[in-house]
């Protein structure tokens, strides 16, 4: 399927699976406990929007292209694969807990970013070159690590956002508010309204690693990395004891990124959104990915790091023009296995 950028603003072709005919099918992945896959074939033209998922945005975000919705609806988001997001051309893995905002924000902000980054190539290019630039694009989601995973052609390539209190600021106040609340009393800067369930708070036990950033006299700054975060510590000489003075958030981990919470569950079968190829449904008009998709596959668990480079490599040239048949093929040794 190739999907034009098309220059009628009223015209954003996209495929879709009905949410009254997926509810409570295998498409219907949500719920506690419950991992889920999302795989694509495609050749990215341009843009960063969705590839394939279940992701209605809303028309309640109170923004200038929510006007003119005949009718408001709340987010009913689940999961979703999309060409980057917030970094154009990488693989981006989104999900929600609530269907709605993260963080106190007007957007759902659990998503996960590959460093690797997939190539602009022309869409009307010669058969030759399209041949030679299909992309694997990838997200899992694995509830007992509570990772949230993106990949690009196999590969789950590290990212870190540097810069968090300007860059992502959101996560940074849900850390901060977390922060306050492990001591006790107001902090200066709490929100005692921050609602519990929005605070990002991922383990920060054992340092992956500390690298000393400064020490003069009785004062030493650390910055100390964890798995899914990296941490300014500085600390105080109290007797023969170093003793934390304060913690900063600097950086957080893209890719994985911790998720700890279950896959939205829509109430029943008249809420929800749809399962879609192309766009998610949100009010803006503008052009999202643009390019070819070639297939798409869920898988019901979290695909592995040996299992995903196998996919990205799965009949070569030949599964090129039917690549979900190569797959098909892949699977059939895997007795049980739920390929939708």
């Not at 292209?65 to 980057?84: I, W």
């Not at 998503?111 to 997939?118: A, F, G, R, W």
């Not at 896959?263 to 079968?269: C, G, L, S, V």
Request: hydrophobic share 40%; charged share 25%; glycine share 10%.
């Amino acid at each position: 399927m190739r999907i034009r950028k098309e220059t009628d603003a009223d015209f954003r072709p996209f495929l879709f699976v009905p949410r009254s005919r997926l509810h409570d099918s295998l498409l219907d992945v949500k719920g506690a406990g419950n991992a889920v896959s999302v795989i694509a074939w495609a050749i990215r033209e341009s843009g960063n929007h969705a590839l394939a998922g279940i992701w209605h945005e809303g028309t309640d975000l109170k923004q200038e292209s929510a006007a003119a919705a005949r009718k408001v609806e709340r987010g009913q988001q689940q999961y979703d694969l999309f060409a980057g997001l917030n970094v154009e051309g990488a693989a981006c893995g989104h999900k929600s807990e609530n269907g709605a905002s993260s963080f106190a924000f007007r957007y759902a902000m659990h998503k996960s970013n590959t460093l690797d980054v997939s190539p602009a190539i022309p869409a009307d290019s010669l058969p030759e070159l399209l041949n030679a630039n299909w992309q694997v694009f990838a997200m899992t989601f694995d509830p007992d690590a509570q990772e949230l995973t993106a990949w690009l052609d196999g590969l789950a390539s590290e990212r870190w956002q540097d810069d968090v209190k300007t860059k992502l600021q959101p996560v940074y106040n849900a850390w901060r508010q977390g922060e306050f609340r492990k001591t006790r009393g107001t902090q200066p800067g709490e929100d005692p309204g921050f609602s519990a369930d929005q605070i990002y708070d991922p383990p920060e036990e054992t340092p992956v690693s500390v690298k000393v950033l400064s020490e003069a006299g009785n004062e030493r700054v650390e910055l100390r990395e964890y798995r899914y975060t990296r941490v300014e510590v500085t600390l105080r000489k109290g007797g023969d004891a170093w003793v934390v003075a304060g913690r900063d958030l600097v950086a957080v981990r893209l890719n994985p990124w911790w998720f700890p919470h279950g896959i939205y569950t829509p109430p029943d079968a008249t809420s929800g959104g749809p399962f879609t190829i192309g766009r998610v449904i949100h009010p803006s008009r503008s052009v999202g990915f643009s390019g070819w998709v070639g297939g798409v596959a869920v898988f019901d668990r979290a695909l592995t790091d040996r299992e995903m480079p196998q996919l990205a490599a799965a009949g070569g040239d030949a599964a090129l023009a039917s690549p979900v048949t190569g797959v098909v093929r892949m699977l059939e040794s895997r007795p049980g296995e739920r390929w939708r």
